[in-house]
């Protein structure tokens, strides 16, 4: 069974810095996609950034050159760095992994529970 586990929400000041983390278990971490996700009050989650399997980024117009997504194969990981907060950045922040789309896979999602970033003076 594939798990999903955020950490690294906290509290921090506009214009502040954080990584947020991500460790996925259950199956061979190499094959999958990765993203994370926002999802703020009221609001719809869409997403921040993602990493294909191969290690190339991609990011939302309203992160470019703040956010970075990165990724450990070897510990299972997902990192995004997230520099010069702003209160538009507050939210609950999910990891997604995504299988290939093609057969055997079939593109199967899975989600974390997500971590919480808190933007406030």
């Known amino acids: 069974q594939v798990q999903l586990v955020e950490s690294g929400g906290a509290m921090v000041q506009p214009g502040g810095s954080l990584t947020l983390s991500c460790v996925v278990s259950?199956?061979?971490?190499?094959?999958?996609?990765m993203g994370w996700y926002r999802q703020a009050p009221g609001k719809q989650r869409e997403v921040v950034a993602q990493?294909?399997?191969?290690?190339?980024?991609t990011y939302a117009d309203s992160v470019k050159g703040r956010f970075t997504i990165s990724r450990n194969n070897d510990r299972n990981t997902v990192y995004l760095q997230i520099s010069n907060l702003n209160s538009a950045d507050a939210g609950t922040y999910f990891c997604?992994?995504?299988?290939?789309?093609?057969?055997?896979?079939?593109?199967?999602?899975?989600w974390g529970k997500g971590t919480l970033v808190t933007v406030s003076t």
């Open positions: 997604k992994a995504q299988t290939p789309r093609m057969t055997p896979y079939n593109g199967v999602v899975y």
């Open positions: 990493i294909t399997s191969g290690g190339t980024p």
């Open positions: 259950g199956n061979d971490f190499r094959i999958f996609a």
